[in-house]
């Protein structure tokens, strides 16, 4: 049987900075506010005329580079977005895998929000040990600046842009394996956050302009009460059913949404602050990109070692939620 193991990682973060004293000029906040009750400081921005492959693509370049697999191996491009390109087709996935000079290879974008890195992990770790693919490119990439509603400060302090991505490929190695993938869902929950605009499911009674707005709306306090709950018994769950303890993960990378979140989720389980990875202070709430961006900064600050393991853990809109159990396992060491 083959196995699928996690070989690089790789992201983008566009260079315009948007400050919290900046947003304090647009809504009524303050970076004491803010920083207080999010943990964010600042958040990046795609230039007009950058769009979300485009930051998905040097994301994925990156991964590739560092992957020690020519990228005439992949033959599978999942792209988590809920920003993508273009509403509907194509997919940001087979933009991106064009622009990577990929040629045929199966593409298609996945929406998980938030939990979108998860799921195209565990859509690679499944074709991968069906023999289906064998070497798949995942990737998160988000233009939330372009579905913010700069209006409203319930949402607009929160989200940043931005890209990662990382190649997972097969291996005989079960040593080296991706351990487990979580994935779940409760529509339900839809209406806690979520863009009521612009789909098949508002447009039948007028095109007008807020019927065609895109724009995130979210009820911020009773997500988080849901977040925090949801995203603890996430990785209790994934702990116990593969027999792994707290104590034994090298980096719980959960998603970028806020400090508080994460520091409670880390404190439901006892974690040490220095597994904790924490990245939501410079690129605010990034989706489905911040748990790649997350692993791409201890991998650049050389914190990430080969055989590590790390616990991903996400929540987002839908609901979504899923965890999984990844040692980096490079090829290059
Ligand atoms: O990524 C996917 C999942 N998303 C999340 O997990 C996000 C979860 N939610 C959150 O991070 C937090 O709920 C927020 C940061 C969005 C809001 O923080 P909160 O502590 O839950 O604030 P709140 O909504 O309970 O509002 C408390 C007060 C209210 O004023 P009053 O009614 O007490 O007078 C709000 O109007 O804070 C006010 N407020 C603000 N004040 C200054 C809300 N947003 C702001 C703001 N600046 N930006």
């Known amino acids: 049987m083959a196995y699928a193991a996690f070989r690089s990682i790789g992201a983008y973060t566009p260079s315009k900075i948007l400050s919290n004293s900046e ?8 970076d004491e506010w803010i920083t207080k009750r999010t943990g964010i400081k600042e958040r990046r921005i795609a230039a007009d005329d950058e769009f979300t492959s485009d930051m998905g693509a040097k994301a994925a370049q990156k991964a590739i580079d560092r992957s020690g697999i020519d990228k005439s191996e992949i033959d599978m491009v999942v792209c988590a977005t809920i920003s993508p390109d273009y509403f509907c087709m194509p997919s940001t996935a087979t933009i991106i895998s064009t622009k990577l000079g ?41 233009k939330l600046s372009a579905i913010t509603d700069y209006s409203d400060r319930g949402t607009c302090i929160l989200f940043g842009d931005g890209a990662g991505a990382a190649i997972i490929s097969a291996t005989d190695n079960k040593e080296e394996a991706i351990i487990d993938v979580h994935t779940g869902a409760d529509g339900q929950f839809a209406d806690l956050l979520m863009t009521p605009n612009g789909g098949s499911g508002s447009m039948h009674d007028s095109l007008d302009q807020e019927a065609a707005s895109c724009f995130m709306q979210m009820k911020g306090n009773e997500t988080f009460k849901v977040a925090v709950k949801t995203l603890t018994k996430d990785v209790v769950d994934i702990l116990n059913d593969n027999g792994i303890e707290a104590s034994d993960i090298k980096h719980f990378v959960p998603h970028q949404a806020n400090l508080r979140i994460i520091k409670a989720v880390g404190d439901a389980l006892k974690l040490d602050d220095k597994q904790v990875v924490i990245t939501v202070e410079k690129y605010g709430n990034t989706s489905g990109a911040s748990i790649p961006m997350a692993i791409n900064d201890i991998y650049e600050n050389k914190t990430l070692k080969a055989g590590e393991l790390m616990l991903l853990d996400a929540f987002g809109g839908g609901l979504t939620w899923g965890s999984a159990l990844v040692p980096f396992s490079p090829l290059k060491k």
């Not at 947003?23 to 303050?30: G, I």
């Not at 938030?114 to 023999?131: D, M, N, P, Q, R």
């Open 23 to 30: 947003l304090s000029q647009m809504v009524d906040t303050s």
């Open 102 to 142: 990929l040629g045929n290879v199966t593409a298609f974008d996945i929406s998980a929000a938030c939990t979108g890195f998860v799921y195209v992990l565990s859509i690679a770790k499944a074709f991968i040990e069906s023999g289906m693919k064998k070497n798949v490119l995942i990737i998160g990439a988000e």
